[in-house]
């Protein structure tokens, strides 16, 4: 049978149909994006204090001074979960002695916010945080509320997609993996009549279909992208780069709130990275190696984001500017994955291969709450295990086979001539990458070692 790209070369590249696939597509994830990200505003800590109850009569002086001291960041601040005893206070506020002056401050004994917190409103009106008070001992709910709030969009997810596909067309290329003709070429004949083309008389030569009848249908599951070594090694090594390149961007962007300055307008800068981002992958999915190119850019996002602990604490701009700048490599990797993971299936388990690598992701979304929880221990620990697993994913991807220029596999056995850990793609002597997409030889394969 003759290749399907050159059975529907008539329909055009970008016509009405093409666009209007694109259109309900990207529209699918937009509530997703809305829902993932308010959580960023939602479950947003204010700075806070242990409440001190107006029936105490302490001095100004002494209400001021009730929390004691602690180092954040090298510079002293006030405890956010700890104040010092409250009878003590009272009775030196009775007694008229002022705290540091008459009072050594540091041998008074300390308690916990026995009577709740008081929060700042100067960024926030109230959230979850300071609705349910998940701070100091119950600090640890507060990541895991942002948790479950991903798993909440993750079912969001699915149920939005199921309402897209009511409008979206099965894809003729895997109706006929299925052999269900008929319905591919229903499909094919209305994207004709909406790209206003004329429709051959024969799509479909019989003569081809009937060459195909004797041939076994595949029945395919998801273990099937686990059954054999080669396919095996391909799908964990995808999960793992999904799972934790989606680890390092929503923790990127559940941390913008916590970077110094307005935390809307880190918000703000934190999102319109990523449209130079998604161009920037754009372009240079077109020309260069699918491999080279994430790996390159996840090394430029975890450097980045393993240099930002060298920065001083004075230079808060430069500090803003390097995760945003990490942010930009994650991001463009992000959103490199879906057509190079697409690329290496073949079209009986695409979709399937595209749905476990990307719920893994959705996993790595779970999990990206707690790498912005270690910042409450130390500011730098968050970019520096976000950069050690860029970098560390960046060495996997490029231990994948490439994809670009070449044909896309047919069926699980294409699938297995493909040695990820040994293998390099060369293309003939004096042909170009692209130009071999056309070609209907095999490009050629050479067996390496590393």
């Not at 996840?298 to 230079?315: E, N, S, T």
């Not at 995760?323 to 959103?335: D, E, I, N, P, R």
Request: glycine share 6%.
């Amino acid at each position: 049978m003759r290749d399907y790209d050159e059975v529907t070369a008539f329909l055009g590249e970008w016509g009405l149909f093409q666009r209007l696939i694109f259109f309900l597509l990207s529209a699918s994830i937009i509530p997703n994006g809305f829902n993932g990200m308010s959580v960023v505003f939602l479950a947003g800590t204010p700075e806070h204090r242990c409440r001190v109850p107006d029936s105490a009569n302490l001095s100004s002086a002494w209400r001021n001074h009730s929390a004691p001291l602690r180092l954040q960041d090298g510079r002293p601040v006030p405890h956010s979960c700890r104040r010092y005893r409250l009878e003590a206070m009272a009775n030196f506020s009775a007694l008229g002695l002022e705290p540091g002056r008459d009072v050594d401050l540091e041998t008074l004994q300390q308690e916990g916010c026995l009577d709740g917190w008081e929060f700042s409103q100067d960024v926030y009106l109230s959230t979850i945080v300071t609705e349910w008070n998940l701070v100091c001992d119950d600090d640890w709910k507060t990541p895991l509320t942002s948790s479950l709030f991903f798993v909440g969009v993750l079912i969001g997810s699915f149920f939005s997609g199921q309402l897209s596909d009511r409008f979206i067309p099965e894809s003729p290329r895997w109706l006929i993996s299925q052999r269900r003709f008929n319905e591919a070429e229903a499909i094919i004949q209305k994207a004709a009549k909406m790209n206003k083309v004329a429709v051959p008389a024969v799509i479909f030569d019989p003569v081809e279909l009937q060459e195909l009848k004797p041939l076994k249908q595949e029945k395919i599951y998801i273990l099937d992208l686990f059954r054999k070594r080669n396919i095996a090694t391909i799908t964990t090594m995808s999960i793992l780069l999904w799972m934790l390149t989606s680890v390092g961007y929503f923790a990127l962007s559940l941390d913008s709130p916590n970077l110094h300055g307005d935390a809307y307008l880190n918000c703000f800068l934190s999102a319109l990275i990523e449209v130079p981002a998604y161009i920037t992958s754009w372009l240079l999915l077109r020309t260069l190696p699918r491999r080279y190119i994430i790996a390159g850019v996840l090394f430029l996002g975890g450097g980045v984001l393993l240099l930002i602990q060298l920065v001083p604490a004075d230079y808060n701009f430069l500090s803003i500017g390097m995760v945003m700048l990490g942010k930009f490599g994650v991001t463009s990797a992000f959103s490199m994955l879906y057509v190079f993971t697409a690329e290496l299936y073949p079209t009986l388990v695409r979709n399937m291969a595209v749905g476990v690598t990307s719920m893994a992701s959705r996993v790595g979304s779970i999990i990206a709450p707690y790498f912005v929880y270690l910042g409450a221990y130390n500011r730098a620990l968050p970019y520096i295990l976000m950069g050690s697993l860029t970098i560390l994913i960046g060495i996997i991807t490029l231990f994948f086979p490439e994809s670009f220029g070449m044909a896309l596999p047919e069926s699980l056995e294409d699938m297995q001539k493909v040695k990820c850990t040994y293998l390099i793609f060369r293309f003939r002597s004096g042909e170009k990458a692209r130009d071999s997409m056309n070609n209907e030889e095999n490009p050629k394969v050479l067996i390496t070692s590393f």
